[in-house]
Protein backbone atom coordinates (compact mmCIF):
# COMPACT_ATOMS: atom_id res chain seq x y z
CA UNK A 1 0.00 0.00 0.00
CA UNK A 2 0.92 3.55 -0.87
CA UNK A 3 1.70 6.19 2.32
CA UNK A 4 -1.36 8.19 0.80
CA UNK A 5 -3.84 4.23 1.30
CA UNK A 6 -1.77 3.60 4.86
CA UNK A 7 -2.81 7.45 6.30
CA UNK A 8 -6.37 7.06 4.77
CA UNK A 9 -6.92 3.86 6.05
CA UNK A 10 -5.59 5.26 9.47
CA UNK A 11 -8.17 8.08 9.40
CA UNK A 12 -11.13 5.90 8.32
CA UNK A 13 -10.11 3.74 11.51
CA UNK A 14 -9.98 6.68 13.97
CA UNK A 15 -13.01 7.98 12.01
CA UNK A 16 -15.04 4.85 13.65
CA UNK A 17 -13.81 5.25 17.10
CA UNK A 18 -15.62 8.11 17.73
CA UNK A 19 -14.70 10.99 19.93
CA UNK A 20 -11.46 9.19 21.13
CA UNK A 21 -10.50 8.78 17.55
CA UNK A 22 -11.38 12.51 16.64
CA UNK A 23 -9.55 13.49 18.96
CA UNK A 24 -6.31 11.85 17.65
CA UNK A 25 -7.21 12.72 13.83
CA UNK A 26 -7.28 16.84 15.22
CA UNK A 27 -4.03 16.53 16.50
CA UNK A 28 -2.70 14.41 13.57
CA UNK A 29 -4.13 17.98 11.56
CA UNK A 30 -2.62 20.32 14.17
CA UNK A 31 0.75 18.95 13.76
CA UNK A 32 1.43 19.00 10.15
CA UNK A 33 -0.14 22.34 10.24
CA UNK A 34 2.64 22.98 12.38
CA UNK A 35 5.28 22.41 10.15
CA UNK A 36 6.68 25.11 8.11
CA UNK A 37 8.30 22.70 5.35
CA UNK A 38 8.13 19.73 3.79
CA UNK A 39 10.30 16.96 5.07
CA UNK A 40 14.06 17.14 3.38
CA UNK A 41 13.16 13.75 2.26
CA UNK A 42 10.27 14.52 0.48
CA UNK A 43 10.61 14.10 -3.82
CA UNK A 44 8.40 17.02 -4.76
CA UNK A 45 9.78 20.13 -2.04
CA UNK A 46 6.76 22.59 -4.23
CA UNK A 47 4.04 20.06 -3.67
CA UNK A 48 4.51 19.16 -0.38
CA UNK A 49 4.59 22.96 0.76
CA UNK A 50 1.26 23.67 -1.72
CA UNK A 51 -0.03 20.78 0.14
CA UNK A 52 0.99 22.05 3.72
CA UNK A 53 -0.77 25.04 2.87
CA UNK A 54 -4.03 23.77 1.83
CA UNK A 55 -4.50 21.59 4.61
CA UNK A 56 -4.10 24.55 7.07
CA UNK A 57 -6.37 26.58 4.92
CA UNK A 58 -8.79 23.90 5.01
CA UNK A 59 -8.17 23.46 8.96
CA UNK A 60 -8.50 26.97 9.70
CA UNK A 61 -11.90 26.67 7.23
CA UNK A 62 -13.38 24.44 9.23
CA UNK A 63 -12.08 25.14 12.61
CA UNK A 64 -9.91 22.71 13.15
CA UNK A 65 -7.01 24.62 13.76
CA UNK A 66 -6.97 27.71 16.08
CA UNK A 67 -5.16 30.45 15.60
CA UNK A 68 -3.40 31.01 19.26
CA UNK A 69 -3.91 34.95 19.32
CA UNK A 70 -8.21 34.10 18.67
CA UNK A 71 -8.52 31.18 20.79
CA UNK A 72 -6.52 33.45 23.90
CA UNK A 73 -8.93 37.05 22.76
CA UNK A 74 -11.87 33.91 23.27
CA UNK A 75 -10.99 32.67 26.20
CA UNK A 76 -10.73 36.32 27.84
CA UNK A 77 -14.14 37.62 26.72
CA UNK A 78 -15.57 33.74 28.07
CA UNK A 79 -13.43 34.78 31.76
CA UNK A 80 -14.48 38.09 31.79
CA UNK A 81 -18.46 37.26 30.76
CA UNK A 82 -18.11 34.63 33.79
CA UNK A 83 -16.61 36.80 35.89
CA UNK A 84 -19.42 39.56 35.53
CA UNK A 85 -22.43 36.71 35.69
CA UNK A 86 -20.70 35.70 39.51
CA UNK A 87 -20.73 39.42 40.16
CA UNK A 88 -24.38 39.97 39.68
CA UNK A 89 -25.34 36.54 41.19
CA UNK A 90 -23.02 37.84 44.37
CA UNK A 91 -24.96 41.06 44.41
CA UNK A 92 -28.37 39.79 43.65
CA UNK A 93 -27.98 37.54 46.92
CA UNK A 94 -26.36 39.94 49.08
CA UNK A 95 -29.76 41.76 48.60
CA UNK A 96 -31.51 38.74 49.84
CA UNK A 97 -29.02 38.82 52.76
CA UNK A 98 -29.34 42.38 53.48
CA UNK A 99 -33.64 41.97 53.66
CA UNK A 100 -33.29 39.29 55.91
CA UNK A 101 -30.91 41.21 58.21
CA UNK A 102 -33.06 44.23 58.20
CA UNK A 103 -35.78 41.62 59.53
CA UNK A 104 -33.52 40.83 62.56
CA UNK A 105 -32.57 44.71 63.04
CA UNK A 106 -36.38 45.34 63.58
CA UNK A 107 -37.47 41.83 65.27
CA UNK A 108 -41.11 40.76 66.16
CA UNK A 109 -41.86 41.68 69.85
CA UNK A 110 -42.21 37.76 70.47
CA UNK A 111 -37.95 37.11 68.96
CA UNK A 112 -36.00 36.76 71.15
CA UNK A 113 -32.04 37.78 71.24
CA UNK A 114 -30.58 34.43 71.42
CA UNK A 115 -33.08 33.57 68.55
CA UNK A 116 -31.84 36.55 66.72
CA UNK A 117 -28.32 35.21 67.39
CA UNK A 118 -29.34 31.92 66.10
CA UNK A 119 -30.69 33.89 62.81
CA UNK A 120 -27.04 35.51 62.70
CA UNK A 121 -25.18 32.48 62.54
CA UNK A 122 -27.15 31.12 59.67
CA UNK A 123 -26.96 34.43 57.88
CA UNK A 124 -23.27 34.67 58.48
CA UNK A 125 -22.57 30.69 56.56
CA UNK A 126 -24.75 32.13 53.52
CA UNK A 127 -22.70 35.07 53.38
CA UNK A 128 -19.61 33.42 53.75
CA UNK A 129 -20.71 30.68 51.16
CA UNK A 130 -21.57 33.60 48.73
CA UNK A 131 -18.12 34.88 48.81
CA UNK A 132 -16.81 31.07 48.32
CA UNK A 133 -15.36 30.65 51.54
CA UNK A 134 -15.79 27.73 53.68
CA UNK A 135 -17.68 28.07 56.79
CA UNK A 136 -18.82 25.89 59.04
CA UNK A 137 -22.12 26.15 61.08
CA UNK A 138 -22.46 26.08 64.66
CA UNK A 139 -21.17 23.10 66.12
CA UNK A 140 -20.40 21.34 69.84
CA UNK A 141 -17.73 19.49 71.30
CA UNK A 142 -16.88 18.56 74.77
CA UNK A 143 -18.32 21.45 77.40
CA UNK A 144 -17.78 24.00 74.44
CA UNK A 145 -20.45 25.50 71.88
CA UNK A 146 -18.68 27.02 68.54
CA UNK A 147 -20.79 29.55 66.98
CA UNK A 148 -19.28 28.77 63.79
CA UNK A 149 -15.52 28.53 61.73
CA UNK A 150 -14.16 29.33 58.91
CA UNK A 151 -10.83 29.57 56.94
CA UNK A 152 -9.17 32.56 55.47
CA UNK A 153 -4.93 33.10 54.80
CA UNK A 154 -4.20 29.76 56.00
CA UNK A 155 -6.04 29.98 59.42
CA UNK A 156 -8.98 28.72 61.13
CA UNK A 157 -11.09 31.08 62.75
CA UNK A 158 -13.82 30.49 65.05
CA UNK A 159 -17.19 32.33 65.71
CA UNK A 160 -18.53 33.64 68.65
CA UNK A 161 -21.79 35.99 67.84
CA UNK A 162 -23.52 37.44 69.90
CA UNK A 163 -26.58 39.94 69.76
CA UNK A 164 -27.36 41.00 73.14
CA UNK A 165 -28.17 44.52 74.83
CA UNK A 166 -25.06 44.53 77.07
CA UNK A 167 -21.69 44.62 75.81
CA UNK A 168 -19.53 41.46 76.43
CA UNK A 169 -17.35 42.32 79.87
CA UNK A 170 -13.89 40.79 80.71
CA UNK A 171 -15.10 37.45 81.46
CA UNK A 172 -16.47 36.67 78.39
CA UNK A 173 -13.63 37.83 76.22
CA UNK A 174 -11.42 35.81 78.49
CA UNK A 175 -13.57 32.99 78.15
CA UNK A 176 -13.75 32.89 73.82
CA UNK A 177 -9.77 33.53 74.36
CA UNK A 178 -9.73 29.96 75.99
CA UNK A 179 -11.53 28.44 73.95
CA UNK A 180 -9.47 29.60 71.01
CA UNK A 181 -6.19 29.03 72.54
CA UNK A 182 -7.50 25.37 73.25
CA UNK A 183 -6.85 24.56 69.60
CA UNK A 184 -3.66 24.29 67.14
CA UNK A 185 -2.01 27.71 67.24
CA UNK A 186 -3.06 27.63 63.73
CA UNK A 187 -6.69 28.38 65.17
CA UNK A 188 -7.79 32.35 65.85
CA UNK A 189 -10.95 33.50 66.64
CA UNK A 190 -13.63 36.12 65.26
CA UNK A 191 -15.23 37.75 68.13
CA UNK A 192 -19.11 39.71 66.86
CA UNK A 193 -21.17 41.59 69.54
CA UNK A 194 -24.00 43.96 68.09
CA UNK A 195 -23.40 46.09 70.87
CA UNK A 196 -20.05 47.29 70.49
CA UNK A 197 -17.72 47.03 72.98
CA UNK A 198 -16.48 48.44 76.27
CA UNK A 199 -12.86 50.56 75.20
CA UNK A 200 -12.37 49.88 78.89
CA UNK A 201 -12.61 45.99 78.74
CA UNK A 202 -11.50 45.61 75.00
CA UNK A 203 -8.04 47.92 75.76
CA UNK A 204 -7.50 45.68 79.55
CA UNK A 205 -8.31 42.47 77.35
CA UNK A 206 -6.08 43.33 74.66
CA UNK A 207 -2.84 44.07 76.73
CA UNK A 208 -3.38 41.55 79.05
CA UNK A 209 -3.81 38.67 76.95
CA UNK A 210 -0.22 39.61 75.61
CA UNK A 211 1.29 37.06 77.67
CA UNK A 212 0.18 34.21 75.25
CA UNK A 213 -1.11 34.81 71.95
CA UNK A 214 -3.47 38.09 70.65
CA UNK A 215 -5.40 36.04 68.06
CA UNK A 216 -8.68 37.13 68.27
CA UNK A 217 -10.03 40.07 65.92
CA UNK A 218 -12.92 41.75 66.64
CA UNK A 219 -16.42 42.78 65.15
CA UNK A 220 -19.17 45.00 65.65
CA UNK A 221 -22.82 45.64 64.75
CA UNK A 222 -22.24 48.58 62.33
CA UNK A 223 -18.88 46.00 60.89
CA UNK A 224 -21.97 43.64 60.47
CA UNK A 225 -24.36 46.05 59.12
CA UNK A 226 -21.93 47.26 56.41
CA UNK A 227 -21.17 43.33 55.06
CA UNK A 228 -24.65 42.90 54.99
CA UNK A 229 -25.74 46.15 53.14
CA UNK A 230 -23.02 45.45 50.48
CA UNK A 231 -21.20 48.59 51.29
CA UNK A 232 -17.44 46.52 51.71
CA UNK A 233 -16.80 43.12 50.44
CA UNK A 234 -16.48 40.32 52.78
CA UNK A 235 -13.01 39.20 51.81
CA UNK A 236 -11.47 42.93 52.07
CA UNK A 237 -13.29 43.37 55.64
CA UNK A 238 -11.40 40.18 56.89
CA UNK A 239 -8.46 41.53 55.18
CA UNK A 240 -8.59 44.76 56.42
CA UNK A 241 -9.33 43.66 59.82
CA UNK A 242 -6.56 41.01 60.24
CA UNK A 243 -3.67 43.32 58.53
CA UNK A 244 -4.41 45.16 61.47
CA UNK A 245 -4.24 42.63 64.58
CA UNK A 246 -1.14 41.16 62.39
CA UNK A 247 0.98 43.75 61.97
CA UNK A 248 -0.23 46.98 64.38
CA UNK A 249 -1.71 44.60 66.99
CA UNK A 250 -5.23 45.90 67.20
CA UNK A 251 -7.96 43.63 68.15
CA UNK A 252 -10.66 46.17 66.90
CA UNK A 253 -10.32 47.39 63.26
CA UNK A 254 -13.41 49.08 62.70
CA UNK A 255 -15.00 49.00 58.93
Not at 32 to 53: S, T, V, W
Request: hydrophobic share 40%.
Amino acid sequence: MSKAKIARAIFDELQQQGASGYTIQRKIVEELCHMRKPHADAPDQKAGAEALAELKQVAQEQKVLIDPERAAATARRVAEKRRLQLLQERQATIGELRLDFLKLVQPGASESAQRRGYDLEKLFARLFRTYDLDYRPSYRIAHEQIDGSFHFRGFTYIVEARWRTAQPDLGDLLDFKGKVDGKLDSTRGAFVSMAGYDPGVLDHFVHNSRGSRNNVIMFTGQDVSQLFEGRIGLVDALTKKVDAAEQEGRALCEL
